[in-house]
């Protein structure tokens, strides 16, 4: 009689677990058919560069946010399911800017665009219905584990999420998709005179982010945000660490076992001469240097070779990082992080 309990028991448990195991895959199944809450707008004209694949392919791993991509370049071959190439000619876009913010320009620079970034969740309006946030970024990133990333400071308790301390970061910043938020580029006095020349003003990173800083530091708008540091891999981290820097799965590490929310190539990209990618829907690793990404096996992830091999230089050049990332920290711990070449339009 106990014999046949416990059979029935186990019989029952089996069961429900494999019940339990339909459940969670029909839920994930539920949850990647659904659009993710997190939008990143990005417009690009011109050429894509040739590290696009690369871009596209750290995208990938980060299916709770989608990339809309607005150019009238024609879309490379590979495109993950979050990430979205509409086509949408300068012109049209120009016509777009006009009929939704009155600013008149003919974006004959495309590097113009920088400037119109914090206008992007009112120019773009129409196509982030629905989204709890939106956000902007450039192309010359390599994208780690961002969603590990907003889970870990807990992101929704935000208004505004930038890797920048005490400013906007125009390579990464999400905002809650709200009209106050959208619309608040216009509380920047003069706005105006920053879209009436061709070249880039700094508006984004400049203007647009001393002004929000200054409000919310003296309590004049109730926008909270999270800018407590620099959360990404950029200038002084890839020039005291050049070497070594791999993506993997989703994830930025080196062989030192430093990891990184995503690598901003904002001097490396000048340098880039040569990817050379192989199969990239199944891509799984590659190697990001100065000069060139390519197909490679990691050495990560930590290994005592490599310690035994890099621990001088690479001791040496960490403790340099650190300092001067104290330093950075010094400066911008009670005051915004901008020039004070773009803080008041005007009176440059």
């Known amino acids: 009689m106990k014999y046949h309990i416990f059979l029935f028991v186990e019989y029952s448990l089996h069961k429900l677990l494999n019940a339990f195991k339909l459940f969670n895959l029909f839920a994930r199944k539920q949850h990647m058919s659904m659009r993710p809450k997190i939008s990143v707008v990005l417009p690009y004209y011109g050429q894509f560069p040739i590290w696009i694949e690369a871009f596209l392919r750290s995208c990938a791993f980060n299916e709770e946010m989608e990339w809309l991509i607005y150019t009238d370049i024609t879309p490379p071959n590979y495109q993950p399911k979050n990430v ?12 777009l800017i006009e009929a939704k913010t009155g600013i008149k320009h003919a974006l004959k620079n495309p590097y113009k665009l920088c400037d119109f970034k914090p206008l992007y969740g009112h120019i773009f309006e129409d196509d982030i219905v629905g989204q709890e946030y939106w956000g902007h970024c450039d192309m010359d990133v390599i994208w780690g ?8 400071i807990k992101y929704t308790k935000y208004d505004i999420v930038s890797t920048r301390p005490n400013a906007i970061s125009g390579h990464f910043t999400l905002y809650r998709n ?71 799965s989703g994830k930025i590490k080196n062989t030192l076992g430093f990891s990184a929310n995503y690598l901003h190539m904002i001097d490396w990209k000048r340098k880039l001469k040569t990817v050379n990618l192989h199969n990239i829907p199944t891509l799984d690793r590659f190697k990001i240097e100065e000069r060139q990404i390519s197909t490679l096996k990691p050495v990560w992830p930590f290994r005592w070779k490599s310690l035994k091999e890099n621990t001088r230089q690479g001791l040496w050049r960490y403790l340099k990082l650190q300092s001067s990332l104290l330093q950075d920290s010094a400066l911008t711990k009670d005051q915004p992080n901008v020039s004070k070449r773009y803080r008041v339009l005007g009176k440059n």
């Open 178 to 248: 709200i009209t106050s938020l959208n619309h608040y580029y216009k509380h920047v006095p003069n706005y105006q005179q920053a879209f009436t020349q061709d070249f880039g003003q700094g508006f984004d990173e400049g203007y647009f982010s001393f002004h929000l800083f200054n409000e919310i530091k003296n309590g004049q708008c109730a926008f909270k945000p999270y800018w407590k540091k620099r959360n990404c891999l950029d200038r002084g981290e890839l020039k005291h660490l050049p070497h070594g820097w791999y993506w993997q």
């Open 145 to 152: 584990d961002m969603t590990r990333f907003l889970q870990k």
């Open 84 to 95: 979205r190439f509409i086509h949408f000619p300068k012109t049209k876009l120009v016509e």
